[in-house]
């Protein structure tokens, strides 16, 4: 009797929480490229950082989870560049429940002190909400509005061209957008580091038309190369796509490696 219910219990906990990572991973279609920058100031030549996770839940059923981020950053005194990559998964007794991933180069320029030119470009997938292809194209400037004590305020107005295949609908959308950002550093003793970021991304000639996404990220170090990284996000979605929740939130915590 008592085993039966511990059973009962445990599948009914299970299945709720295949139901929260089923949620929470629909939002990868939105990519905070900002929280991808390794924030070490005054860095110079190649910065690398890895993160990976895999979860394996064994009951009466099997449920496998498991997520790949590296990344690579190029500095010099005036340019940048940033190579992003990231693959989910998840599956159930062998079959899939959610598939995503994106590759994301992106470069600036020092035009003065406070301004740099960014350009970017990025290509995604994602199977849980049936885009099979989303591609980013965009431009603009960036300025540093504040630089006080290692705490940091950034300000980019960019345009974005989005081409995305909606497989549920079978068309392709072809958008011009605005992609600004609001985005904030906060380094404390180098030992706790705090960024968050607000993206605003409405249709250039259809304001209702947008989605904004804000992201907090608190990154503790634990040791000269490992990082126990924290991240919140939030994402509003008025784009009227198909398959795309309105709102979406997720919570992510893990280990970091930076070499």
Excluded at 81 to 87: D, F, G, K, M
Excluded at 126 to 142: E, Q, S
Excluded at 167 to 182: G, W
Excluded at 188 to 215: A, D, H, M
Aim: charged share 15%.
């Amino acid at each position: 009797m008592h085993y039966r219910f511990i059973c009962f219990v445990c599948n009914h906990w299970l299945f709720f929480f295949i139901m929260i990572f089923y949620g929470q991973n629909t939002q990868a279609q939105i990519v905070n490229i900002e929280k991808e920058r390794i924030k070490i100031h005054d860095s110079i030549g190649i910065l690398g950082k890895v993160s990976a996770t895999m979860n394996i839940t064994k009951n009466k059923n099997l449920l496998v989870n498991a997520d790949f981020n590296p990344h690579l950053q190029y500095k010099n005194r005036k340019h940048l560049l940033l190579a992003v990559a990231q693959i989910e998964y998840a599956a159930l007794d062998k079959k899939m429940l959610s598939s995503g991933g994106f590759v994301h180069l992106r470069y600036n320029y020092a035009l003065y002190r406070n301004i740099k030119a960014e350009c970017f470009t990025q290509i995604q997938y994602n199977k849980v909400w049936n885009m099979p292809l989303r591609f980013l194209l965009g431009a603009g400037p960036r300025f540093k509005l504040l630089d006080i004590q290692k705490n940091r305020f950034y300000f980019g107005p960019l345009y974005m061209y989005e081409m995305q295949e909606v497989k549920t609908d079978n068309y392709t959308q072809h958008n011009h957008r605005m992609s600004a950002y609001l985005s904030w550093n906060m380094d404390i003793n180098n030992q706790l580091f705090f960024s968050g970021t607000v993206y605003y991304q409405p249709l250039l000639i259809g304001f209702q038309n947008y989605r904004i996404t804000s992201l907090g990220e608190l990154s503790i170090a634990v040791s000269k190369h490992f990082t126990f990284d924290n991240r919140f996000t939030i994402i509003f979605d008025q784009t009227q796509t198909t398959d795309v929740p309105i709102q979406t939130y997720r919570y992510t915590a893990g280990l970091g490696y930076k070499f």
